[in-house]
């Protein structure tokens, strides 16, 4: 049997339910609440020159933690170690934390 919490950390590709491909690290599991907590998630589509890009996941909201309801997941499986990396330069190279952009501007919520 599949256990999500051996992945917890490693960076994952998952497949929706529509046909949608994710890459994310995961960042842990809850079976009472039948979801998963990913870090960063980013879309895999593939560009105009049918090249492989990674795309925000959301682009007005922080994806530092997104939760995801296992009922919209088809599939989970372990990057290819090139996929993830690539993800991981995509991560350092795009996102700016939550503190960043609260030095450099006040947020009222």
């Known amino acids: ?6 992945y ?4 994952i590709t998952l497949r929706s339910v529509s046909g949608d491909e994710f ?5 842990g599991t809850n079976p009472d609440t039948g979801t998963i907590t990913l870090g960063e998630p ?3 589509v593939i560009n105009n020159n049918n090249d492989v890009s990674l795309l925000p996941f959301a682009l007005t909201a922080s994806t530092e933690m997104v939760e995801v309801s296992l009922n919209n997941i088809f599939s989970v499986m372990k990057s290819h170690e090139i996929t993830a ?3 991981a330069d995509s991560v350092v190279s795009t996102s ?4 960043e952009i609260l030095k450099t501007e006040e947020v009222e919520t």
């Not at 917890?8 to 960076?11: M, S």
């Not at 890459?23 to 960042?27: P, V």
């Not at 700016?96 to 503190?99: D, K, L, N, Q, V």
């Open 96 to 99: 700016a934390s939550t503190e």
């Open 8 to 11: 917890i950390g490693k960076v």
């Open 23 to 27: 890459i994310s690290k995961l960042l």
């Open 42 to 44: 980013r879309v895999v």
């Open 85 to 87: 990396k690539e993800y």
């Open 1 to 6: 049997m599949f256990n999500l919490d051996d």
